[in-house]
């Protein structure tokens, strides 16, 4: 797909507007897991998630190659609307975002800040994307797909400052939403040489990519009711399937519970806020402590954008927090 130094030129791209993001080794996270683990912090970004990176790297190349484009339009939950907003916004072209009714207020606010023209579709993801493609067929806009070659390579920068920093990280855990994160990770591992066992995490209420993976093609499912609406998608994009195919281990599910719990234990171990994609990854390790013990493992940490209701519901004094998450 790309080679090393197409790699780091994107990273240049992302690095005119953003510093690296940290990779910390938290010492509670490591007694918890029975192994040394680090955590790679995208909730520290400018938009708050790792998305960013691809849309920075895909609207400068756009802009460069279509310098005429009137604007772009999309469909996302948020993290890729704030991305594609902050990016367009850099070049003073008007971004319009689809997002779903009920889709997350401060998520909402968070691109209309941005400065997106945000405009609300349909029940969940899928039907605001459907309505968005519709839309720029008939405006004339440049559609932005929520999974896109340049949107990996951007992307694929974390996963880059990751390894070459932490070239030992024996297992690393990714959310999979769209599949533009973890395919990054895999990109940026092979261009590296490593060996680095790729593992992806779904939601066991939205696991269409587990399914399709475990299938060898493409399976839909009718719904996406997790909470952790970052990892709410209905639909695998058959080209990032490909790749994980090839290039991961094998995918988690994790339960909401288990992505509340591991929230929970990102607050108490390192004082940082997770969203419920960004705490996944953690989730699905705590899941595997077994074959953990002893190995060098990376977290990916997609993003701390959720709203402060959710956040409460599930972190709260209402929450059940386990004997097990109190313990280390």
């Known amino acids: 797909m790309f080679d090393l130094r197409e790699l ?4 240049e791209v992302v690095a005119r507007a953003m510093p690296p993001t940290p990779a910390h080794a938290w010492p509670l996270l490591s007694q918890r897991l029975g192994a ?42 948020g ?32 691109m209309q800040a ?59 855990y990714v959310p999979i939403g769209q599949g533009s994160g973890i395919c990054g990770c ?20 939205a696991a269409s990519y587990a399914l399709s993976f475990a299938a060898g093609r493409v399976v839909r499912t009718n719904s996406s009711d997790t909470l952790a609406d970052g990892l709410a998608t209905r639909v695998p994009d058959p080209d990032a399937l490909a790749i994980i195919l090839k290039g991961a281990s094998h995918i988690v599910q994790v339960t909401d519970d288990e992505i509340a719990s591991a929230m929970r234990i990102y607050w108490t171990d390192t004082h940082n806020l997770a969203e419920g994609a960004g705490a996944a990854a953690l989730a699905a390790a705590l899941q595997e402590k077994n074959k953990l013990q002893g190995k060098r493992v990376g977290l990916i940490l997609s993003g701390g954008n959720i709203d402060f209701d959710l956040f409460w519901k599930w972190v709260g004094p209402e929450a059940a927090i386990t004997s097990a998450e109190r313990a280390v």
Do not use: C, W
């Open 79 to 110: 993290n890729h609307g704030q991305s594609l907003a902050f990016a367009a916004s850099r070049h003073a072209l008007p971004a319009m975002i689809y997002v779903p009714r009920g889709n997350s207020i401060e998520k909402n606010r968070a």
């Open 114 to 172: 941005f400065g997106a023209d945000l405009v609300e579709y349909g029940d969940d993801f899928q039907a605001a994307r459907e309505e968005a493609y519709r839309r720029a067929e008939a405006a004339g806009l440049h559609i932005v797909p929520a999974f896109h070659p340049d949107l990996v390579l951007g992307v694929a920068t974390y996963a880059l400052e990751l390894l070459r920093t932490a070239s030992d990280i024996e297992v690393l």
């Open 8 to 11: 780091e030129q994107a990273h």
């Open 36 to 77: 040394a683990v680090v955590v790679k912090h995208e909730n520290h970004t400018p938009t708050g998630a790792f998305k960013v990176r691809g849309g920075l790297v895909y609207v400068d190349h756009l802009t460069r190659e279509q310098p005429k484009t009137s604007g772009i339009i999309s469909a996302t939950r």
């Open 186 to 205: 895999i990109l940026a591992r092979d261009l590296l040489g490593l060996k680095t066992e790729i593992i992806g995490v779904q939601s066991s209420l």
